[in-house]
């Protein structure tokens, strides 16, 4: 049969070990995931109450305009409806602007490293992907414009960036897409909007009457904490958004996630609580990892990109054995590092006792 030639050269996502997998093959009573930068503290107490109360008939398909929701984002963000479009998580929203704007023939420029499933669809869709290295975590934007040429359909600006956590300063971002063509889509993808300083962090929402090549992605996944649900949103203006909506699949968030996501997004307090929480838990992580003497990232989200002294899947296999799973850098792209999700503070304490024990094992030479 005749697939896509590229996808015989392409892997499939490989997602982590099932953590009760990791239980057995270690003899672990317990383990803990900070592998995905999900939000340790659960998610708003009014989803719960939903969860326990009327569900949305489920024989019926969802509201395929997502309009609830709708109305509620834009009065929070103080855009009109017709500038948003929702995905099965931001996910599908990057999977749909792949679509509707990347071929063969068109390339794509990114950060590297930076969230894999911008290369991912860009290759799936035939487009060439250029890739320009980070400079200490930080996108290199001079470096972007550089690469753009007149064969560029898409940029992607990851802020705060995953994995690094390097947040785009506002006036960056400004003079980047002043100077970039408008008639290059510029994505700039805020998954991890709510944990970022925003005296420094672009008030890019404002401006998109005035850039019109804009597209910012946001999520439910992250602060919020519905990654299981799987709802994420893009914004816009509203000559943009048809576009997208004409490759969005009808019904592609379900009634449940719509319905959490408008109670969720209800609940100041809960973000508020769970951003200060991670901001203070983070701050010591980082204090402990300077005293031993490790190299970490500048990160304005729930997750910290560490330097490792071995290679960063044997540092995961260690942790792993003390059941801690974590994300080795080699598979994103920044080899001899570990993306650590910022996790509750009793599993943080824990984790690094068991850093400082590995810290001390490197330099004894009993781990290499
Ligand atoms: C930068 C970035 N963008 C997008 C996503 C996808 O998020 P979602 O769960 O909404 O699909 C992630 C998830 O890790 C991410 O880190």
């Given at each position: ?31 803990v995931?900070l592998a995905s930068n999900e939000?340790p ?72 490293p ?20 980070t400079?200490n975590g930080y ?21 705060p960036n995953n994995p690094t956590g390097g947040l ?24 991890y909007?709510?944990y970022a ?25 992250k ?52 951003i200060?929480r991670n901001n203070k838990i983070k701050q010591s992580f980082e204090q402990f990892l300077n005293s031993i003497g490790w190299h970490f990232y500048d990160s304005q989200t729930n997750f910290l990109l560490v330097s490792t002294?071995?290679?960063g899947?044997?540092a995961f296999?260690?942790l792993?054995?003390?059941?801690f799973i974590v994300r080795p850098g080699?598979?994103l792209?920044s080899?001899n590092t570990v993306r650590v999700t910022i996790g509750n503070?009793?599993d943080m304490r824990?984790l690094q006792?068991i850093l400082?024990?590995m ?10």
């Amino acid at each position: 049969m005749k697939s896509k030639h590229i996808l015989k050269k392409m892997t499939p996502y490989q997602p982590g070990k099932q953590t009760e997998d990791v239980k057995k093959e270690f003899g672990l009573s317990r383990i803990v995931k900070l592998a995905s930068n999900e939000n340790p503290f659960g998610y708003s107490g009014k989803v719960d109450d939903y969860f326990s109360g009327d569900k949305p008939a489920l024989n019926i398909y969802p509201d395929g305009y997502t309009s609830e929701l709708r109305t509620a984002l834009s009065n929070k963000l103080g855009i009109s409806e017709h500038q948003l479009i929702f995905g099965n998580g931001t996910d599908e929203v990057v999977q749909i602007i792949g679509r509707a704007y990347l071929y063969p023939g068109v390339n794509t420029v990114m950060a590297t490293p930076t969230f894999p499933q911008y290369k991912h669809n860009a290759l799936i869709e035939g487009a060439e992907v250029k890739e320009v290295p980070t400079i200490n975590g930080y996108h290199d934007l001079p470096g972007m414009l550089e690469a753009i040429d007149n064969n560029t359909n898409v940029v992607w600006l990851c802020s705060p960036n995953n994995p690094t956590g390097g947040l785009i300063p506002r006036n960056d971002f400004f003079d980047f897409i002043e100077k970039c063509p408008s008639d290059i889509l510029v994505v700039l993808d805020e998954a991890y909007f709510e944990y970022a300083d925003t005296q420094i962090q672009p008030d890019a929402l404002q401006h998109l009457n005035k850039y019109k090549n804009l597209v910012i992605l946001r999520t439910f996944s992250k602060a919020y904490g519905l990654a299981g649900l799987r709802i994420g949103y893009g914004v816009a203006n509203k000559e943009l958004i048809p576009r997208l909506d004409v490759v969005r699949g009808p019904f592609n968030t379900s009634s449940i996630a719509q319905k959490a996501a408008l109670l969720a997004l209800e609940d100041d307090n809960f973000i508020n609580d769970s951003i200060s929480r991670n901001n203070k838990i983070k701050q010591s992580f980082e204090q402990f990892l300077n005293s031993i003497g490790w190299h970490f990232y500048d990160s304005q989200t729930n997750f910290l990109l560490v330097s490792t002294p071995i290679s960063g899947e044997k540092a995961f296999q260690y942790l792993q054995e003390n059941g801690f799973i974590v994300r080795p850098g080699e598979g994103l792209g920044s080899p001899n590092t570990v993306r650590v999700t910022i996790g509750n503070e009793a599993d943080m304490r824990e984790l690094q006792e068991i850093l400082y024990q590995m810290h001390l094992k490197v330099n004894e030479g009993l781990l290499t």
